[in-house]
């Protein structure tokens, strides 16, 4: 929850390989209180079944930027592995799964709520301020 003095922070993932939210994928959450300084590993979580990582911490007064960072390939491997079919998603990338980590930075003011989905397939991903 933000505050007057702070930001908060929430993210999903939709798989839109499939139109279904991706579960099990590990969030790093990180900031820091300036554009030169060094970033600080806040927390981590995992996202559900619907695709939300609730457990994400608050950010500390001073924030100035955020980084997100999904391990998308423990995920594709999974979801590879359960498939077992010549679908596109199987297709050999040259390094088993194109993006094994997605890192999202953002900055943010305080008082303010960022709300940051993934849209997510094997061979792309796009990233928005949700609400």
């Not at 994400?56 to 079919?85: C, I, M, N, W």
């Amino acid at each position: 929850m933000s505050t007057s003095t702070t930001a908060s922070v929430s993210t999903h993932i939709l798989d839109t390989s499939v139109g279904r939210p991706a579960e099990g994928v590990a969030v790093r959450l990180a900031a820091r209180p300036g554009r030169d300084a060094d970033w600080q590993a806040l927390g981590a979580g995992a996202t559900d079944g619907d695709g939300r990582c609730k457990d994400l911490p608050a950010l500390p007064e001073g924030t100035t930027h955020v980084r997100l960072d999904f391990e998308v390939e423990p995920y594709f491997s999974k979801k590879q592995a359960d498939a077992q079919q010549d679908a596109p998603a199987n297709r050999d990338s040259g390094a088993g799964v194109f993006f094994p980590e997605v890192a999202i930075t953002f900055a943010v003011v305080p008082g303010e709520h960022y709300h940051v989905p993934l849209l997510l397939n094997p061979f792309g991903y796009s990233v928005y301020r949700g609400s």
